[in-house]
């Protein structure tokens, strides 16, 4: 059976800032084909649905196996580590 989680399709939407830390956050994840990234001067409502629209529930998928292998799951945990040990310096 299926997880209902498979069957989303998310669009994150970014405010594109000067230093563009939205595209640098997102470029790993496009990198590792688990995200496609429309710039601000290419996104348009065409641009969305086309890419939408080529992407099928398999793409969808490989897309968020590549997502979960790309995660770092402790992440929090290790930037709270982090942050201690350089106040405790």
Known sequence: MKSPRQDYRRCLCRFQHKDRQQYWNAL????????KIIEQP???????ANTLAGWSRETLLTM???ARASS???????VANEVSRVARA
């Open 72 to 78: 770092i799951p402790d992440a929090t945990e290790r």
């Open 42 to 48: 290419q996104l348009s409502v065409d641009a969305v």
């Open 64 to 66: 968020a196996e590549r």
């Open 28 to 35: 790993p994840l496009e990198k590792a084909g688990a995200a």
